[in-house]
């Protein structure tokens, strides 16, 4: 993967291609962005500039053994630092990194057990992980659990895995003159992680190790502390529409509607556009008049229907319902002319104030994410349209914190 088919992300390109460039790379980096920025793809992007021939023979240790290291050796008089902004993508380097088969550049993820009674490690799941990553550059870790059919079963990062994490990092490079370990979410490395610390904090010459993470309070602080951090910012909303258009090849009007409402998640908007024919609002209808109107049997039946749905589905549904509260609550601001006003939010307006959208919109944001860590659906929508019942008839009840 080049720095070129990442969607934006200019400004930490150029960071990560400078570092580069002035010999001034890290041992250990975290890159941490909310999901859908493109970091992992970042990482990989960045590994390959680091293996790619053409790079490295113009810095790097090189050919010759008085060539400045990029971890910061004093460059020689006769040095001169490369220019290239990206990989070559033609070397066997570059083509090797791009298929994920590089034998310097090593992958650890959560993953689940294949064969019970085996501690599983990433490498169980090798070729699935290159499919993913080239499939679903943009997924999350949900998708991947689900991609590898974990199902309900918590991804994990074994203490088997940094064992071998270990192993692999204490062999000499084979082909590039650096070794790189990608470590995606190591928010589920847990007590494991433990085991890392010193490879972290004394790496072996010419070892880069790059963690790539969403949720900095779910990583040991021991580790953090050890790394470079590199943020990846929410990609911009016209960056989304660009490349949904691009690559997508989503019309003009449906890209600029899923890019606004994405958050700057792409995976977010493909989401939304694959889920666009779904009809959430007769959903909704259903499911606000079983609330206010028609009573708990009703409230069951939708239930029911709604647990037998997909977990993305359901997350789509919340989502849309979310935006809809956004969209009126922005009505009541800046009332719009009656041939644009959304009928369905204003007359959300009618059923509950300003307050009560702000509390309905939490409830919802907790049951995104409760849904992406496996919570029993049924349960939740049962808590959940309790709790909007409460919310509406002004009696906000907190029932499971
Ligand atoms: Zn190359």
């Not at 090798?126 to 309900?152: C, H, K, M, T």
């Not at 019942?389 to 499971?400: D, S, T």
Request: net charge neutral; glycine share 4%; aromatic share 8%.
């Amino acid at each position: 993967m080049q720095f070129s088919s990442i969607i934006a992300q200019q400004s930490v390109k150029q960071q990560l291609v400078e570092m580069v460039q002035s010999n001034r790379l890290p041992h250990a980096m975290l890159f941490l962005s909310k999901e859908g920025s493109g970091a992992l793809q970042l990482a990989i992007a960045f590994a390959q500039y680091v293996v790619c021939e053409k790079v490295s023979r113009q810095s790097a240790v090189g050919s010759s053994q008085s060539d400045p290291s990029l971890f910061g050796d004093a460059p020689t008089s006769n040095y001169q630092p490369q220019t290239s902004n990206d990989s070559c993508g033609e070397c066997s380097g570059c083509k090797k990194a791009n298929q994920l088969v590089h034998p310097d550049i090593h992958f650890s993820y959560p993953v689940v057990t294949k064969k019970s009674g085996t501690p599983p490690i990433s490498t169980d799941y090798i070729s699935e992980w290159r499919e993913f990553v080239n499939g679903y550059p943009y997924g999350n870790v949900y998708d991947w659990l689900q991609f590898i059919g974990a199902e309900n079963k918590q991804g994990n990062i074994t203490a088997n895995e940094c064992n071998d994490i270990i192993k692999k990092l204490s062999l000499k490079s084979f082909e590039s003159p650096y070794k790189i370990l990608i470590l995606w979410m190591p928010e589920y490395l847990e007590k494991e992680g433990n085991k890392l610390l010193k490879i972290i904090e004394e790496p072996s010459p010419n070892t880069l190790i790059i963690l790539v993470a969403e949720n900095e309070s779910l990583i040991l602080p021991t580790i953090i502390s050890r790394c470079q951090l590199i943020r990846v910012p929410a990609l911009e909303t016209k960056d989304i529409e660009t490349a949904l258009i691009e690559r997508n090849n989503t019309a003009a009007l449906k890209a600029k509607q899923a890019a606004a409402t994405s958050g700057g998640n792409y995976r977010e908007a493909l989401q939304q556009l694959q889920h666009a024919d779904e009809d959430w609002q007769s959903l909704l209808r259903d499911w606000l008049n079983a609330i206010l109107k028609t009573g708990p049997t009703a409230q069951t039946k939708w239930v029911e229907e709604i647990s037998r749905q997909g977990r993305e589905k359901q997350k789509q549904f919340l989502l849309y319902f979310n935006h809809l509260l956004e969209e009126s609550i922005r009505l009541r601001i800046f009332p719009a002319n009656e041939s644009n006003a959304d009928d369905f939010a204003s007359r959300i307006n009618k059923v509950a104030d300003i307050s009560q959208q702000q509390a309905i919109v939490e409830e919802l944001d907790r049951a995104v994410y409760y849904i992406e860590r496996n919570a029993n659906s049924k349960m939740l929508f049962h808590a959940l349209t309790i709790k909007l019942y409460h919310i509406i008839k002004n009696k906000i009840v907190f029932l499971a914190d």
